[in-house]
């Protein structure tokens, strides 16, 4: 929808997919390679389809003059190798929407044994099989088959990238897929795709008329069994008959709701289709928790489905949990069981990783190793925007901290990936609010030896909550990351609720939209790939703050977090620096003083307790907490535009204002509010010559566009 007012956000979606699938790429495969690897003669099935190859099926396709006459003509050259059991429909009038509410639609949309009344739409994102995309033009082709690098970075094949990995990611977080294929569709040629949450290995261009690789590939799909094709068999409607209210009930399902059997470590669980987060990308973890309901026990629970990092001496996370159980670890959820679901790694593997090294490929990175996980929990009460006041947010976020040191400190077990998404809350019978620190698959041992293999290529953590020195450009080389960098994302999470879902009377549309775009979303792209940001975060702790605390209501909350920033900031504390010359007259560069409570500041830091010590002695006071305590969601927009730059990020707002306090910010707008009035009255004089109208400043507000 070109020009529509949803397509700012739409492009925004494709760049941070681009970004996403960077360095996740291994090709040009060989296609030969790519059957026998992928689909093999020897796993397929029997079929009643004899229809032979013709030559040349796609020559009126080549012909075409546009893009959108290549959809029938595509559908029906493949009609006769589609055995039945295949079934493309033209999808690329019809929007869908991803896991995160963003329109697509795919051109083609492909299902497998998929009866016409479950198909209720032309993308029906639950049961497709295969989504295509078709481009007219070559130069909108993302890889190169002859270049230096496979990945082209040319505009156009940039935003071919970026769409065909946003239909990866919605597919894969809206069904149970272990791979899934697609295609990318030209004129004269195609590319098959194989996606894990490894990567994705591309082919080499196909050529439609000289080759009957395509046809082949329709063959062998409709031959081949569910764990081929990417299917997830662990995971089946489920036939409950008489039970289905007690199901209901216990789940707090929806009459819509639709249920499924589940297997973990031999016992089958009963899901709603109710996620609590679904993943935002393609590759990783993909950790989905699901509220589930065991049968036998009629008890309720949360089941964790994710593909955890496989190393050689990286333990399964319910081993962690016992371990923290045995040292008696506080506010640490009870954990039933967990296992890797094919313990063999023949079927919920991933194998991107294992192509890296092929003489035909181009990928210079390390790509890691993921094998299917589900893990069973005791049942929770949501997370922190689910707390009844701001004083339930501090209480969980301090058990959350608590439990932190305590695994850090009796356990030797650091968590690395502390999030809002991470703490869990349940209130007991009394009215009180409990906190739980969840997650820790991707924790590390200190009394552990790690090797090289355990490293990971990536950085650990969720990126609005990492702390800033992990992130920084001039992070070189790449810090260790330890427990403090845990508190400090305690940290990012208490303050991410101050700003997201308090009174705070701040401008959704502008001051607060630019706060939290450069404090949690920036990310610059550097020229070898690597991400970075931070600058906001350290700045913030540099300053001993921002003008955007005064703004919180909440007179308890605010102190808190003004409490907390001194020992965190002597992290980025700097030594002032000037040049002087010696006594021969030569330039010398010297450096200055710390601030005086620099030292004592990192003392504090030592104390594994000292987060937790301080949100004890607010919560222990009654008075302050009262006033503006409720909870109020702020719905933040995002920015509409990206700007064009080498430093490109992900949430670029329309307005920059990278070093400028608020309170300045605010004066610079009224004063410019003043000289608009000052204009407008002076062109509605009648004898006055009207004045031209100065273009707008960095500092002036934007227009607001209306959104869909």
């Not at 016409?116 to 070559?138: G, H, I, N, W």
């Not at 990192?602 to 305590?629: N, Q, R, S």
């Not at 990020?649 to 400028?660: E, F």
Request: glycine share 4%; proline share 6%.
């Amino acid at each position: 929808m070109p020009f529509a007012p949803n397509q700012p956000a739409r492009e925004l979606r494709r760049e941070e997919a681009r970004q996403e699938i960077s360095g996740h790429i291994v090709g040009p495969m060989p296609p030969r390679e790519f059957f026998s690897k992928f689909l093999p003669t020897k796993k397929l099935g029997k079929s009643k389809n004899t229809a032979p190859i013709q030559p040349r099926i796609f020559e009126k396709m080549s012909q075409v003059s546009n893009e959108l006459e290549m959809y029938t003509k595509w559908i029906k050259a493949l009609e006769p190798y589609c055995g039945g059991r295949i079934v493309q429909v033209d999808s690329h009038s019809q929007n869908t929407f991803d896991q995160d509410g963003h329109p697509f639609g795919p051109d083609i949309t492909t299902y497998f044994d998929v009866p016409a009344k479950d198909r209720k739409e032309k993308c029906t994102l639950t049961q497709a099989d295969m989504l295509l995309e078709f481009k007219y033009s070559s130069s909108d082709d993302p890889f190169d088959d002859n270049g230096d690098s496979f990945e082209r970075q040319t505009k156009g094949a940039k935003e071919t990238l970026g769409q065909i990995t946003v239909y990866a990611t919605a597919q894969l977080a809206r069904q149970f897929r272990t791979h899934i294929f697609s295609i990318l569709v030209f004129p004269k040629y195609a590319r098959l795709l194989r996606w894990d949450r490894s990567g994705v290995i591309v082919t080499g261009k196909i050529d439609l008329l000289s080759t009957d690789w395509i046809p082949n590939f329709f063959l062998r799909l409709e031959r081949a069994p569910p764990e081929l094709r990417g299917v997830d068999t662990t995971v089946r409607p489920a036939k409950l008959g008489k039970r289905t209210k007690e199901v209901r009930d216990a789940l707090n399902a929806s009459k819509e709701a639709v249920f499924l059997e589940i297997d973990v470590n031999g016992e089958t669980f009963i899901i709603a289709d109710l996620v609590f987060f679904g993943a935002s990308s393609p590759f990783g973890r993909a950790t989905r928790c699901f509220r589930a309901y065991h049968l036998e026990t009629k008890t309720c629970h949360i089941l964790k489905d994710s593909w955890r990092n496989l190393t050689p001496s990286r333990r399964p996370e319910h081993l962690i949990y016992k371990k923290l159980e045995e040292k008696k670890v506080k506010h640490i959820p009870k954990m039933k069981m967990g296992r890797d679901i094919d313990e063999s790694g023949k079927t919920h593997q991933t194998i991107t990783q294992d192509y890296v090294d092929k003489t035909w490929s181009k990928a210079s990175y390390r790509l890691r190793t993921f094998r299917h996980y589900r893990i069973v929990l005791e049942e929770l009460g949501g997370h922190l925007a689910d707390c009844h006041n701001i004083r339930d947010v501090v209480t969980a976020i301090r058990d959350a901290a608590e439990a932190e040191a305590e695994a850090a400190q009796e356990a030797a077990v650091d968590h690395r990936d502390v999030s809002y998404a991470n703490i869990m809350i349940k209130y007991d019978e009394t009215g009180v609010v409990h906190g739980y620190l969840i997650d820790w698959d991707m924790c590390v041992e200190s009394d552990v030896k790690y090797t090289k293999e355990d490293s990971s290529p990536e950085r650990t953590g969720t990126w609005y909550f990492i702390a800033a020195r992990l992130i920084l450009q001039d992070a070189k080389p790449q810090p260790q990351q330890d427990r403090t960098d845990d508190v400090e994302s305690l940290f990012h999470v208490l303050l991410y609720m101050a700003v997201h879902f308090t009174d705070h009377g701040l401008d959704l549309t502008t001051d607060l939209r630019d706060f939290v775009t450069d404090y949690f979303h920036k990310v610059d792209i550097q020229p070898d790939g690597r991400s970075t940001g931070g600058k906001k975060k350290a700045r913030f702790f540099r300053d001993r703050g921002d003008d955007i605390l005064n703004c919180i209501k909440n007179a308890q909350l605010r102190t808190i977090i003004k409490d907390l920033i001194p020992p965190l900031g002597a992290r980025y504390d700097v030594q002032p620096v000037h040049e002087t010359k010696d006594t021969a007259g030569k330039r010398v560069v010297v450096r200055g003083d710390f601030p005086p409570d620099h030292d004592s500041l990192l003392k504090t830091l030592e104390d594994p307790k000292w987060f937790v010590d301080i949100l004890d002695g607010h919560l222990k006071e009654k008075t302050d907490w009262e006033e503006h305590a409720e909870l109020v969601p702020q719905r933040i927009l995002p920015p509409l535009q990206m700007r064009e730059t080498k430093e490109s990020s992900l949430a670029a707002s329309a307005l920059r204002h990278r070093s400028r306090s608020l309170a300045k910010l605010k004066k610079e707008r009224e004063a410019q509010q003043t000289q608009a009035k000052k204009r407008k009255a002076a062109e509605q004089e009648p004898e006055e010559v009207p004045v031209k109208v100065k273009p707008k400043t960095r500092g002036e507000p934007v227009k607001k566009r209306r959104r869909t």
